[in-house]
Each structure stands twice: as C-alpha cells, then as structure tokens.
C-alpha cells in the first residue's frame, strides 16, 4: 500500500503585516473584492480624465496663449503640449513602480491623485505657454499612478478573479479616456459657451480653460478622501520575521521569495511588455486614425460624420466596454485561458479592421448598424488584448517587483503611445493624397498598415517569442 500524501503545508502570517492581512482574508473569503475594486475603478477613471480632456480645447488654447506667429504653427506647438503628459510619464514611470514596491502601492496612488489635483488645475490657470507644458509635463512626471494600481487590483483578488481585477483597470481607464474629451469640450471656454451663465469678467471667462480641469480636479479630490479606507497589499515584515519565514518549510505565502533577478532578464516580462506595448501603438493609432476617418469627406473615402456623429459612436462602444469587461471577460478568460483569448481577440480584429474602407459603400441606417457593431467589436477585442498581456505581465514577477514591472511596462508603452498620433496622421494625410493609387488607394492603405501592426503583435503571442509565465504552465 502507498504512503498516504503528505497534508498541504500549512501558511504563515504575521502580525501587523497588510500583505498578510489581505492573505488572510482572500484565504477565509472567496467572495469578489468589491470594495476594493470599487477603488480601483473610481481611482482609475479620474486618473485617466487628464489625459484627453485637453484635446477638444487644444486648437484653441495655443490660439489664446499667442506661442504661434501664423495659423499654420498652432499644430506644431499643439503636438509638443499634447504629447508633454506622455514624455512626463514615460521618463518617471519605472521609479514609482520600484517606490511602490518599496514603500506600498497605497502612498503612490494618494501622491499620484494630489498632483492631478494641484497640476491640473494649474494646467487650468495656464496664461502662458511654458506654464501649460510644463504644468503638463509635471502632471505625467508624478503622476505614478498606473503601475501600482495594476498590481493592487492583481493582488486583492484571489487567483481565479485576477481577470475580474485586471479588466475592472482597462475599462474604467477606456471609459475616462472617452468621458476626458467629452469634459473638455463641454466645459472648456464656457463665457463663449454659455455666455448666460459666465461672463467674460468672471473668473472663468478670464481662465476659459480652468473649468473643465477644476472639474476633474474636484472628482480627484474625492478619489483620494477615498484612500483613507484603502488597504495596503504590500508584505512588510521586520528582519529578525523574515529570517523566521524564510527557516520554516511550512511557509508558502507568495512573500515567500529566492533573491530577485533583474527585470530586464526576465524574458516572460520582457516578451510580454513587448507584445503589450506593440497592441498600445495598434489601438492608439486606430484612435486617431477611426476619427479622422470618419469625419473626413467621402470624396477622400471617409464617411463625412460630424464630431457629434463620432461622441456617440464612441459613447455607444465604451458602453458596451463596460457591460463586456464587467460580465462577460472574466467567463472568457476561464474558458479560453489568458493567452488563447489574446490571441484570438488579436486574430479578429483583423478582419473587422479590413472591413471599415468598404464601409463607404453603405449609407443611412446600414451604415450605422455595420459601423456601430465594427466599433463596439473592435473596443471588446482590444481590450482583450491589453487584460490579457497585462496579466501575463504581472504572473511573471514576485510581489516585490511587481510594481517596478508594471513601471518598465508603462514606460514603454507611453513611449509608443507618444509616436503612434503623429505617426498615425502622417500616414493619413499622405493616403488621402494617392486616392487614384493603383495598390491600397486612398484609406485603404492607411486601414492595411494598420492591420500589419495587430499582425504583428499577434505573431508576438506565439512561441519561441512570448515565454509563458510559471503560473500558467
């Protein structure tokens, strides 16, 4: 008769630790955290606001702070303000990731709120052009935020929710970069706007740009009076505990770790941030180039939308962003695995993206059901493929460099995604000029290279590149 198997090892917490308290708890409860993805959510959504509430009001603001001699300039000094928050972010990005896992991911987040709130509203009060870009600048350089919430929603949620918490990340950042334009447009200029309401004497109508970033700085204050009934996750034992832990077979917290190696070694990371910053450079590039192409004139193979038109196709897909995140990725995950859902939401993207220069040929109510369907599947697709690299991402590090991960991660991503508007509307306006073009002409071309990019990263998700973490063996 065989030896009957030996009883799990026991697990070991300790006292005074929050990363232990959360252990404890995930352990003894395995219902959804949704106080804390409540957090999450909230937290990320005003975070995010900042980032494109500027670009409805952008053209305008360079015209009233008098940088560009001639018209012709507003779009070369627009480009170095819009893309100030990016460069901000991309340079600074790694080193709140590696103070998150230093000092706890809680501090980082309340840091990362309190400069929303006094940068963006100094962006607000901007008379001058160098206080704009360099309130903008100041606002990407500390703002933190991204790389410690991504761990802090990974490591509230027990391993089978991990999907849940991830996707809760994406789409409460998808929907304030969609709600952020809507803000600024609205809000922005309001004497010009609702010259019944402000006058040109108030406060507002001598800051025309201040309400819109008062607004979101008002809604950050709010997130970070939140903070106080924040748990921490990160595990903070003395010396003399951690020698204990580490003598103790019994021991088998995640805390319980072999001596760190370096990052950029970790090819599991490394092939996933990869493969993650190259779907960043697809799906930013799509945005610019889904609104230019909508609204440009159907003699140059666009659809000839309003802005209007654009807000409510965009609306309707964020939507339906949300219920696919809140209901239906997490089944998809469990069924299909992390990396066969990013796969095939990869592989059919491809299709649909081929799909959209034939769309001219529709009008009226076709056109709108066809259009309205292609984008909402396109933003449940793509955002697939961000929650699913974004997992593999944060499974392929310990605890302890999770956050300096999440950094590397977001550095590189805010670096293709700073190159991916200008590039994208280089290659527009150079398309809607060989309408007549014997290969690929007009938008067709701009649609083809924008598919060889989720081409691209679609290969990246196959072997020998993209190495699978431990946790998914």
């Known amino acids: 008769m065989g030896e009957a198997a030996s009883p799990a090892p026991a697990k070991t917490y300790y006292d005074g630790c ?29 975070s995010s606001l900042p980032i494109t509430s500027l670009f409805p009001f952008l053209y305008f603001m360079i015209q009233d702070l008098h940088v560009a001699q001639r018209e012709e300039d507003i779009g070369f000094y627009a480009g170095f303000l819009g893309a100030s928050y990016m460069v901000g972010r991309a340079f600074a990005s790694i080193f709140w990731g590696m103070v998150a896992d230093r000092i706890g991911r809680k501090p980082v987040i309340a840091l990362s709120l309190l400069s929303t709130i006094v940068f963006n509203t100094l962006f607000g009060l901007s ?17 933190g935020f991204l790389a410690p919430i991504k761990a802090y929603c990974i490591e509230v949620c027990r391993d089978e929710q991990q999907a849940l918490g991830m996707s809760t990340v994406n789409t409460a950042w998808g929907l304030g970069l969609i709600i952020g334009p809507a803000i600024g447009g609205y809000l922005a200029q309001p004497a010009k706007q609702y010259p019944h309401i402000f006058n040109d004497k108030s406060t507002f109508g001598r800051f025309p740009y201040l309400l819109p970033c008062l607004c979101i700085s008002t809604l950050a204050i709010f997130a970070l009076i939140s903070c106080i009934w924040l748990p921490e996750t990160l595990h903070k034992h003395t010396n003399h505990e951690k020698v204990v832990e580490a003598a103790e077979p019994s021991t088998s917290q995640e805390h319980t770790e072999s001596p760190k190696k370096s990052l950029l070694k970790n090819w599991p990371l490394m092939s996933s941030i990869i493969t993650y910053s190259v779907f960043s450079l697809h799906d930013t590039a799509y945005s610019e180039i889904f609104s230019l ?17 654009v807000g409510q196709v965009l609306t309707v897909a964020g939507a339906c962003l949300l219920v696919y995140q809140l209901f239906v990725y997490r089944w998809l995950d469990k069924i299909l695995g992390t990396i066969n859902s990013t796969r095939i939401a990869s592989a059919l993207s491809i299709p649909i993206i081929a799909a959209y220069p034939f769309l001219t040929h529709l009008s009226g109510i076709r056109l709108g059901v066809v259009l309205y369907m292609a984008a909402m599947f396109k933003s449940s697709l793509a955002i697939t493929r961000v929650s699913g690299t974004s997992l593999l991402q944060n499974n392929a590090v310990p605890q302890g460099q999770r956050g300096a991960a999440n950094g590397i991660a977001t550095t590189f ?3 293709f995604k700073s190159v991916a508007p200008a590039g994208a ?17 007009g938008d067709q071309m701009v649609f083809l290279l924008l598919n060889l990019t989720e081409v691209l990263g679609l290969i990246l998700t196959f072997k020998p590149f993209l190495a699978v973490p431990e946790h998914y063996k």
């Open 293 to 309: 192409w909508t609204v440009s004139d159907r003699k140059y193979g666009g659809l000839s939308f309003s802005s209007k038109d």
């Open 18 to 46: 929050p990363g232990c308290a959360i252990e404890r708890r995930k352990e003894s409860s395995k219902g959804i955290p949704y106080r804390e993805l409540s957090f999450v959510g909230i937290t990320t959504f005003v």
């Open 425 to 441: 509307g280089i290659i527009f306006s150079w398309a809607q000029k060989r309408q007549h073009a014997a290969f690929f002409p």
């Open 413 to 415: 991503m805010s670096l």
């Open 127 to 143: 008379v001058k052009y160098w206080m704009a870009i360099t309130t903008r600048l100041l606002l990407g350089s500390l703002n």
